[in-house]
């Protein structure tokens, strides 16, 4: 089993100017972490490092207002059983369609995409692929609309089975959701 931290869409320091409080001392108390996985749009290299650092592995790749940062549009790796991709989404029109990050996973025989540029949280099977997006950690908004607030995920991934716990500032408060999923 491993745990893994999902963070995406920062836009620290174009759009935001740091993590929220709570979410900032969330992620300390959870981490390290065996791997970090983030679907870009982080914007400054500082960035880059401070979410690298949080795991012993990191799955980053750059997002649409990524420009100049050193990193892949898109990375495939095993974590447990399952194949993941990471990609953050900037060429599935619409935003965050479904149908078109199915068709990225598949197109790299993978069994869940990580992925971000909507600002929204999600967790879903759809077409046999698991989407799981964390939403935006700054709670910025995204050229698709606003963003339901700050958040992140925590979780763990033993054999083919995902256990995802979402955390999200709502109003000033933390609020959680938990999803599960063996594929």
Known sequence: MINVLVLGDSH????AQSVPA???EK???????????????????????????????ALMVVGNCDWGLPLPPRVT??????????????DVHPRGDPDGLARIAEEEGADVIFTGHTHRPEFRVHRGVLIVN????????????????????????????????????RDGEMITETYE???
């Open 12 to 15: 620290i320091p174009e759009r």
């Open 134 to 169: 964390p939403g935006s950690l700054t709670g910025v908004r995204s050229g698709g609309g606003p963003s339901p607030g700050p958040s992140f995920m925590y979780g763990t991934i033993d054999d083919r089975e995902v256990w995802m716990k979402l955390y999200m500032l």
């Open 181 to 183: 999923v063996e594929l």
């Open 22 to 24: 709570p979410l900032q």
């Open 27 to 57: 992620i300390e108390e959870l981490t390290p972490v065996d791997v970090v996985i983030s679907p870009g749009d982080y914007t400054a290299d500082d960035v880059v490092e401070w979410i690298s650092s949080l795991g012993e592995k």
């Open 77 to 90: 790796d095993y974590l447990e059983n399952l194949k993941v991709v990471v990609d953050h989404g900037t």
